[in-house]
């Protein structure tokens, strides 16, 4: 039996009309515009990328989008400098720095800067401790869109198994949070792991976020478990052509459909929902900052 193949596209189209929709209130019934502003430090060609393709979708769904885009050599002061206008700025109400920052610049410093209300990655030490702790914090968006995808394809969560493949602090560790939330049965799995395969037989649920071209193969998941795959990694196609590449994921995603019930497939999976989540955020972050309702069923 072949699995559902849980469409990313579509619920980050739906995630994205909400969003739409709470934004033209705020902007007809309050007067006002939700702002993200992205800052973007050097000319990492993925970053560019992620950058253009998160300010054209902010505009989109009718938020204000301001992008500041420094020069790699940007020393601390001056970044620090930018971040303190920000919060300052009561126009903007979400700020990213875009990941990873150049060597020289001390990422942990430079994310604490940013006022934790606007922290729509929730990066900051102060939402990871609110998360680790089951309180209202900026919730990190690709572990959000992985945790609406799981409650939109498999419903109730509660007392399930759920095995998080990686431990990073962007994905894994914030994922096995959420679900823990949700009250899964939750191990964290790592590149020191025993009998790693044996651990993700016993999942009900598998989030592979390692980086490792389709390092999960079929025979480890359990018939029926619903596999959410974060890897985005570019391999060789010669079958396209000479020189020419394409996206995989962590998991081998043709011998994982032919045995889980539900799947992601990448491209096309986790990685729309996870800038859809983004603007869920910034909505979420300027209700926050001006005292109004918050949206329902945008975040954890
Ligand atoms: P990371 O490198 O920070 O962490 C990888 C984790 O995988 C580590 O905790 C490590 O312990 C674990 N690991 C490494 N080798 C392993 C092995 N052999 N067995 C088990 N665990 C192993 O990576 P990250 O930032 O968490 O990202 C993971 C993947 O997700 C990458 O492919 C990245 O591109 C992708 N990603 C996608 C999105 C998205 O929007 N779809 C967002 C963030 C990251």
């Not at 992008?67 to 126009?91: C, K, M, Q, V």
């Not at 006022?115 to 919730?139: A, C, E, R, W, Y």
């Not at 949070?177 to 899964?184: A, W």
Request: aromatic share 2%; with cysteine; glycine share 12%.
């Amino acid at each position: 039996m072949g699995a559902t193949i849980i469409d990313g596209k579509k619920s980050a189209e739906r995630v994205r009309a909400q969003v739409a929709g709470h934004v033209e209130r705020l902007k007809s019934v309050h007067g006002i515009t939700p702002g993200l502003a992205v800052v973007l430090v050097g000319e990492d060609p993925a970053s560019q990328v992620y950058v253009r393709s998160k300010g054209k979708m902010t505009v989109e769904v009718g938020m204000k989008s301001i992008e500041h885009r420094l020069e790699a050599s940007t020393g601390e002061t001056d970044l620090l400098a930018l971040i303190s206008r920000l919060n300052a700025d009561p126009e903007i109400h979400g700020i990213l720095v875009q990941l990873p920052l150049p060597d020289h610049l001390d990422e942990d410093l430079v994310i604490n800067a940013i006022d934790p209300v606007k922290d729509v990655d929730g990066f900051h030490i102060l939402n990871v401790g609110l998360l680790g702790t089951g309180q209202k914090s900026m919730v990190p968006c690709t572990p959000l869109g992985c945790l609406m995808m799981l409650r939109e394809h498999h419903g109730e969560l509660s007392g399930l198994n759920a095995v998080v493949i990686g431990r990073s602090n962007i994905v894994g560790k914030p994922m096995a949070q959420l679900l823990l939330g949700d009250s899964c049965t939750v191990t964290i799995a790592h590149s020191r792991t025993r009998d790693l395969p044996d651990v993700v037989r016993r999942a009900d649920i598998v989030v592979a976020a390692v980086g490792r071209p389709q390092m999960v193969p079929g025979d480890w998941i359990k018939p029926g478990a619903t596999v959410i795959d974060v890897g985005i990694n570019r391999i060789d196609a010669p079958e396209k052509g000479d020189g020419r590449t394409r996206l995989v994921g962590d998991v081998d995603f043709a011998s994982a459909a032919a045995v889980a019930g539900a799947i992601t497939p990448v491209p096309g999976g986790v990685g729309p929902m996870t800038i859809a989540c983004l603007l869920a955020n910034t909505v979420i972050a300027c209700c926050r900052a001006n005292g109004l309702a918050e949206p329902e069923g945008l975040t954890a």
